[in-house]
Structures are given as structure tokens and as C-alpha cells.
């Protein structure tokens, strides 16, 4: 099991930018491929962005593409979020998550740990 807490959520201006922290403890962190997901309110949790166990290959949503990166650093244990450009529409609170393989996913289903999530905020 993968303990994950997410970190650096907050509120933000439309056209602002916030970075996203995902620290994870437990099972050897260079081994799991890492997603971040988010939900709205009234909403169902959506994929946002994958990476894989490397960093070499990452997947995005059609909505984040090229305004949101996501890194990794396995010396540090964590994952990043680098949103640029926000919009009201990425108002959620946001989930890093932990898929036991290697490969890269937009599946919710396919990965077993989750963090309790941070909130985002961005004002019109």
C-alpha cells in the first residue's frame, strides 16, 4: 500500500498558475505509475494527468493539455502538478493516485491508492 498526501491547493485568479505536491510513503514509490484526477461538485472524478513509473511518458487530458505538466521525482517520493493558465472550470479537488504498474492510465479503476485530495479554486 501507497500512502499519498497532496499538497499546494488553494485559491487563484483565472490566469493564475498553482503547483500541485503529492508525497507518497510505503510501497517503493519508483515502481507505481502516478495519476492526477479531480471532481467538481455535482460531478464525477475525472482523469487530469498520468505519468509513467519513469517520467519518460506522460498522458493528459484533452482539457489540461498544455496548460498543466505532471513530474515526478522517485528520490523525493513525489509527484507534481504544474497548472498554468487556470480556469474557473478546474475548480475540483484534486487527487494524486497510485496504479501498481508500470505503464501509464486513465483509468480511476485501475489505481488502488488515493490521497484525501486538495482544493482548487480559481476565481473568475
Known amino acids: 500500500q501507497v500512502q499519498l498526501v497532496e499538497s499546494g491547493g488553494g485559491l487563484v485568479q483565472a490566469g493564475g498558475s498553482l503547483r500541485l505536491s503529492c508525497a507518497a510513503s510505503?510501497?517503493?514509490?519508483?515502481?507505481?505509475?502516478m495519476g492526477w484526477f479531480r471532481q467538481a461538485p455535482g460531478k464525477e472524478r475525472e482523469f487530469v494527468a498520468a505519468i509513467g513509473w519513469s517520467g519518460a511518458y506522460t498522458y493528459y487530458a484533452d482539457s489540461v493539455k498544455g496548460r498543466f505538466t505532471i513530474s515526478r521525482d522517485n528520490a523525493k517520493n513525489t509527484v507534481y502538478l504544474q497548472m498554468k493558465s487556470l480556469k474557473p472550470e478546474d475548480t475540483a479537488v484534486y487527487y494524486c493516485?497510485?496504479?501498481?504498474?508500470?505503464?501509464?492510465?486513465?483509468?480511476?479503476?485501475?489505481?488502488?491508492?488515493w490521497g484525501q485530495g486538495t482544493q482548487v479554486t480559481v476565481s473568475s
Open positions: 510505503g510501497r517503493t514509490f519508483s515502481s507505481n505509475s
Open positions: 493516485a497510485a496504479r501498481r504498474s508500470m505503464g501509464v492510465s486513465g483509468n480511476p479503476g485501475e489505481y488502488a491508492d
